[in-house]
C-alpha cells in the first residue's frame, strides 16, 4: 500500500500540521519520509514538505517534523515583521505587497542551501501557479524538467501569497518563470495529491493524509460586506477561496477514498486565524491548538498509526 501526505498552506498556521507530523515521528520513531511515498504541500505545506524531504551527508534525513515546526516559531517574526513605512506605502496591501521577501527567502536560503529538488528524499511536490503563462505549475522532485529547481526556489514559489508577498521569479528548465503561492487554485492540494498517486502508483491500493492549518471561524458580516468595494474585499476573498476549495477537496477525497482517507483538521476558535499573526502569543495558541487536535482525534490517529506501521 502507498501512503501519500498532503499538506495545507496557511502561513504562520503551518506550525499545526509540523506539531502533528512531529507526533507521528515520535510515535512510530520513524521519519516521515519513510512512512509516506509521496509528500505534496501548498504555501507553507510546500515549505514543510521541502524540509522533511532534505537529507544529510550520509543520505538520512536533515530534519525532522520539531525542526519544521521550530522554523515556522522562529522565522516567523522576521519574515512576517510590520512595519509602519511599508504599511502605508502598500495601504494595508492594496497598492503593493505587505512584506518584503527578503527575510523569507533569507530563511529558506539557511535551511535548504543548494539542494535541489531532484536530490530530495522520496517523491515531493509543490503547487504553484505561473501568471505570466497564466497556467498552474506543480513542481516535481522526479520530474526531469524539475530536477534542477532549487528547492529554496520552489519553496519561495509556492509560499509567494498574493498580497503578502511579490511573486518568484526563479529558473525552470533555464527560463525564469514567474510564480505565486499555488493557494491561489488549490490551498489544500489533496486532490492533486490524489490524482498524481494513480499516476505514480497504478494499480496499487492508497492510504491517503491531508493536515489542515486551522478551519475558519470568524464570520463575515453582511452588514460589513455588502458596502465593500475591491479594496474592501482584497483579504477576505483569498480567506474565502482558500477555505471553499479545502472544503470541496476534503469532500471529493471522502467520496474517493472512503476509510482510506484521514483527513485532520481543527478549528481555530481559539488563535487568530490570519496567516501573519506570528507574535509570540498567537504562536503559543496555535501550539495550544496543535496540542488539542491530537487529543480530540486520538482514536483516528491510533487507527492511522496501525496503518503506518
Not at 98 to 116: F, I, M, N, Q
Amino acid at each position: 500500500m502507498r501512503k501519500i501526505l498532503s499538506i495545507d498552506g496557511g502561513g504562520i498556521r503551518g506550525i499545526i500540521p509540523s506539531l502533528l507530523l512531529d507526533y507521528l515521528e515520535g510515535q512510530t520513531g520513524k521519519p516521515i519520509a519513510e512512512l509516506f511515498d509521496l509528500c505534496v504541500g501548498t504555501s507553507s505545506g510546500g515549505i514543510t514538505a521541502l524540509g522533511l524531504a532534505q537529507h544529510d551527508e550520509v543520505g538520512r534525513p536533515k530534519y525532522s517534523a520539531h525542526d519544521l515546526a521550530a522554523f515556522f516559531e522562529n522565522s516567523g517574526a522576521k519574515i512576517f515583521k510590520k512595519t509602519v513605512w511599508r504599511n502605508i506605502r502598500s495601504a494595508g496591501g492594496v497598492l503593493d505587497e505587505l512584506y518584503s521577501a527578503k527575510p523569507l527567502e533569507g530563511a529558506l536560503r539557511k535551511y535548504y542551501g543548494r539542494t535541489r529538488l531532484g536530490d530530495t528524499l522520496g517523491s515531493t511536490m509543490v503547487t504553484t501557479y505561473d501568471i505570466e503563462a497564466r497556467r498552474t505549475l506543480f513542481l516535481k522532485s522526479w520530474h526531469p524538467d524539475h530536477e534542477a529547481v532549487l528547492c529554496r526556489d520552489a519553496a519561495r514559489a509556492t509560499s509567494a501569497a498574493p498580497t503578502y508577498f511579490e511573486p518568484a521569479l526563479i529558473s525552470v528548465q533555464g527560463q525564469a518563470r514567474a510564480l505565486v503561492d499555488g493557494g491561489v487554485f488549490v490551498n489544500s492540494p489533496v486532490v492533486s495529491a490524489y490524482a498524481e498517486a494513480l499516476k505514480l502508483y497504478p494499480g496499487e491500493p492508497l492510504l491517503v493524509v491531508s493536515l489542515g492549518t486551522g478551519e475558519l471561524v470568524r464570520p463575515i458580516p453582511y452588514e460589513s460586506a455588502k458596502d465593500w468595494g475591491q479594496a474592501g474585499w482584497v483579504m477576505p476573498l483569498l480567506d474565502c477561496m482558500f477555505d471553499g476549495a479545502t472544503k470541496a477537496a476534503n469532500h471529493q477525497m471522502r467520496m474517493f477514498l472512503g476509510d482510506m482517507y484521514f483527513r485532520l483538521q481543527v478549528s481555530l476558535d481559539e488563535a487568530n486565524d490570519d496567516m501573519d499573526d506570528a507574535s509570540s502569543a498567537n504562536i503559543h495558541n496555535l501550539k495550544r491548538i496543535a496540542d488539542r487536535l491530537i487529543s480530540e482525534n486520538q482514536k483516528t490517529l491510533d487507527r492511522l498509526l496501525l496503518l503506518l506501521s
